[in-house]
């Protein structure tokens, strides 16, 4: 089993920038490609950036690239992700999924590919 806590959201300007963390225990956490969504309300979850358990490797969705970075640290079993330049339409619940399957290397966006997931962290954007 693995457990994920996301932490760092908050209310912020349009313009501004945040930083999301989501801590990992109960297994080894290297091993686990991550994956953060978000879900707004009245909206489908929907994708935003992954990271395979080689940090080298990234994937974005198109709506956030070039202002979104997702990093890893393995040795603080933590994921982040740093978010610039939001607006508000970045509103949303964040949430970070590990998958320990590996299913995630055929489908990077899809929910389903992961099996683990946080409880969300809240991000509000005002204009």
């Known amino acids: 089993q693995v457990q994920l806590v996301e932490s760092g959201g908050g209310l912020v300007q349009a313009g501004g920038s945040l930083r999301l963390s989501c801590v990992a225990s109960g297994r080894t956490f290297s091993n686990l490609h991550m994956g953060w969504f978000r879900q707004a309300p009245g909206k489908e979850r929907e994708f935003v950036a992954y990271i395979m358990w080689n940090p080298a490797y990234t994937y974005y969705s198109d709506s956030v690239k070039g202002r979104f970075t997702i990093s890893r640290d393995n040795a603080k079993n933590t994921v982040y992700l740093e978010m610039n330049s939001l607006n508000p339409d970045d509103t949303a619940l964040y949430y970070c999924?590990?998958?320990?399957?590996?299913?995630?290397?055929?489908?990077?966006?899809?929910?389903?590919?992961?099996?683990?997931w946080g409880q969300g962290t809240q991000v509000t954007v005002s204009s």
């Open positions: 999924a590990g998958d320990s399957r590996g299913s995630s290397m055929i489908s990077k966006s899809s929910t389903r590919s992961y099996d683990y």
